[in-house]
């Protein structure tokens, strides 16, 4: 029996979807355009999130000690520094890797070959990279109260760019998702209000013969709910070409190669796009099938 009810709510819900196909048919289409500008913003996100954690991987501030630190005083320090919360990794430079650096950098290095070996004027140091670039700064002032730190050197400069770059694309995404929701909301609940109109009398009738309100409302919950999940994937399909498309040629300028930054691909954030997209859909066509419903389930 509750097999047979299910059928039925399945089959009235795929019936309402067919037989306004005009109504449906540009629902579809603005949904689709304000899920294609939600998952554009949501694409950015996701990538300027995936440099945030490559910088934050490599970004890092380098400690200096002085020249005169003993083994024993360099070995402490590093433990120490380890030690600190929010460090992801620590790399010692030793006085040679130091000086050939800096020579390299030069470029001639033979004018400079009477700063090497005995004469070198640098000390020994670390790179320390930490687990999220928000806290650089309170690492960087937990290591300077240690011992035998000389100076410590922070790109503050672009590091803030970064968090703000970051938080600007989180605040735009996440106002673009409410707009997003809003504005599919409204589209699908006036959409189902006119089929809502049209079976105004049946409904009436199944109301007196002592049909439940959950019995009424579920085949337009189920129709709201095809109109969103059909949006989401064509949406994704949509989204996932143009994406890829623009990838391909951002992956071979000379900018990207520049900056030794790489961008995600739509295979990598395939399945978190269906998910997200699956629970707009069927999330946005529940809420506006059930508002649609309210003025002719009223007691």
């Not at 085949?219 to 994704?236: K, N, R, Y």
Request: proline share 1%.
């Amino acid at each position: 029996m509750r097999y047979n009810i299910v059928g039925y709510l399945l089959s009235e819900g795929f019936h309402n979807v067919m037989k306004n196909k005009k109504s449906t048919g540009a629902s579809l289409m603005i949904m689709c355009a304000t899920m294609l500008i939600f998952g554009l913003f949501f694409l950015v996100g996701q990538n300027v999130n995936h440099i945030m954690k490559e910088v934050e991987a490599e970004q890092g501030m380098q400690v200096f000690m002085y020249k005169e630190a003993t083994e024993e005083q360099i070995q402490k320090l590093q433990e120490e520094i380890k030690s600190i919360q929010d460090v992801a990794k620590v790399t010692y430079i030793s006085r040679e890797e130091a000086i050939n650096s800096q020579l390299k950098r030069l470029g001639n290095t033979k004018l400079f070959d009477v700063y090497t070996g005995e004469n070198n004027p640098l000390g020994v140091s670390f790179l320390v990279n930490v687990t999220n670039l928000e806290k650089a700064n309170e690492v960087k002032e937990k290591i300077s109260s240690l011992e035998n730190v000389k100076t410590i050197e922070l790109r503050t400069q672009t590091i803030n760019a970064l968090i703000n770059v970051a938080n600007g694309v989180k605040i735009v995404s996440g106002i673009i998702l409410v707009l997003l929701i809003i504005i599919s909301t409204f589209i699908i609940a006036n959409t189902i209000k006119l089929t809502v109109h049209a079976r105004r009398k049946e409904i009436t009738i199944m109301r007196y013969v002592g049909a439940t309100n959950g019995f009424i409302r579920w085949p337009f919950i189920v129709e709201g709910i095809i109109i969103g999940i059909v949006s989401a994937l064509i949406s994704i399909l949509l989204l996932g070409l143009g994406y890829n498309a623009i990838i391909q040629k951002v992956a071979t300028s000379s900018i990207t190669n520049t900056i030794s930054l790489s961008l995600l691909t739509f295979s990598d954030i395939f399945a978190l796009v269906i998910a997200v997209y699956l629970i707009l859909g069927i999330g946005i066509g529940t809420i506006g099938s059930i508002i649609s419903m309210r003025k002719y389930l009223e007691v």
